[in-house]
């Protein structure tokens, strides 16, 4: 019996089980109760064999302080005697039952047994957060499409808003005449259109005339630059090749389909202007409805907001409106200087080069005097060279007047900006709206200044701490000059 015992523990030594799951299995013989009535079968030839006895299981885990024990009914057995879980007498070791290695549960894989097992699920507020988050960048997305697809709307109610701001001023003066607001508004628009219909015509109509002489004149021009190219630097016939091309007809051709193409300029200004017309229907209704849209804005708000929107809404029409004011004002006194100086030195056209220059250099911000001054020097030069630089001394003279005369006089009483504030805003109107933006970014300036000052105040300036500071870094005092 003991060999069996033994041989028993060496073969459960090599059991599947104690490879799975790394614990120590040990088989204990356990005296088997006969049954009453019944009496063991010691005979050789006994044909019905007694089973062998219990046999008691002991566990034991690898890397654990504990021990389970087990006791299991004979393998033969028909009975299906339970398994006896529970201290042994004269044991304080637990008992289980040990599941054949076949029948052993496979274990879940490791992400499984993770979200399997309630404690170690994410809270319900991550998995709402990763939703808002996902709607949310999904929902800016599909807007951006829609703000991309709306752009040029937005930028005609822009400019809508601006015009009216800038037409407001005579429409309210027409008003207090007695006319009444649509009438005025109508008014107003008719003088507009003509004088930007009418200076277009002018401008392309000079365009289209000098393009045409300078082509007549063209074989001259090459003679004269022959003439001093070998008279001078001993070069004879540098043009012959432009006096072939000319004579043959292709250079008066382009020239000729040039002119034709200028001549359409002042209409072309026109269709642009009926093309815009979506900017004129807004403008002329916030011009004519202005008093009720302002109204229909203040039902939507608290009284205290009301004065706020109301305050900035007059800042930016008296300085918009101002704006314009003054700059039309400079522009009529620009055209009218110009053309008494330009027909006393001769240029062609004194009319609509004085009204270019005084238009061009007053509304273009930045660059619109040098490009006004540019185009009556070429057209100068190109019929006298002596005219091209009377109307350069012409127009640096009166440059300025205007800046330190005129121009300070006039604009003090609607919009002070510093020149590096204007230059700065230009700049920035120009990279987002871009013309359009460059042509606004003065009056919104502006109203920004004022709104900010009035927002914030003026305090005075303490004298002693400026002269203490001015001591400091080594420059004299006021009193010291």
Known sequence: MASWGHSRERSARRN???????????????????????????????????????????????????????TTGHPHSGTGRGLASGPEQGDDQEHAPVDPPDEQPTPEPRGQMAFSDPANRPPPWVRRAVLSLLGGMAALWYLRGVISSLRSLFLILLVSLFLSFALEPAVNRLERLGLRRGVGTALVFLLGFGAL???????????AEQVTTFSDNVPGYLE????????????????????????????????????????????TIVNVLFQLFTVGLFTFY???????????????LPPRSQRTVLEVWDLAIAKTGGYILSRSVLALLSGAVHWAAFEIIGLPSPLALA???????????????????????????????????????VIALYQQVENYLLAPRIIS?????????????????????????????????????????????????????????????????????
Request: net charge negative; glycine share 12%; proline share 6%.
């Open 355 to 393: 009204l270019w220059v005084g238009v061009v250099s007053q509304f273009v911000p930045v660059v619109g005097t040098y490009i006004a001054g540019a185009f009556p020097v070429v057209i100068g030069l190109l019929n006298e060279p002596v005219h091209g630089l009377w109307a350069i001394v």
């Open 16 to 70: 599947p089980a104690e490879q799975r799951f790394g614990c120590a299995v040990r088989f204990h013989p356990v005296p088997r109760a006969e049954p009453a009535g019944r009496t063991a079968c010691t005979d050789v030839g006994c044909g019905t064999p007694d089973p062998p006895e219990l046999r008691r299981v002991t566990i034991r885990p690898t890397g654990s302080g504990h021990n389970r024990q087990a």
């Open 224 to 267: 004269d630059i022959d003439g001093f190219l070998e008279d001078t630097f001993g070069i004879p016939d540098a043009t012959a090749d432009l006096r072939a091309n000319y004579d043959s007809g292709m250079l008066a051709q382009r020239l000729g389909d040039v002119a034709d193409d200028l001549a359409r300029f002042g209409t």
């Open 286 to 300: 916030l011009l004519a409805e202005g008093p009720k849209f302002r109204r229909t804005v203040c039902t939507l």
């Open 413 to 481: 009483h609607t919009m002070q900006l510093h020149v590096a504030v204007a230059f700065g805003a230009v700049i920035a109107g120009a990279a987002v709206l871009g013309v359009v933006g460059a042509l606004l970014a003065l009056p919104a300036a502006a109203t920004i200044q004022a709104v900010a000052s009035a927002a914030t105040g003026r305090h005075e300036v303490a004298e002693e701490l400026l002269a203490e500071s001015q001591v400091r870094r080594g420059q004299p005092g006021d009193d010291a000059t």
């Open 197 to 207: 219909g009418g200076f277009g015509i002018l401008v392309g109509t000079l365009l």
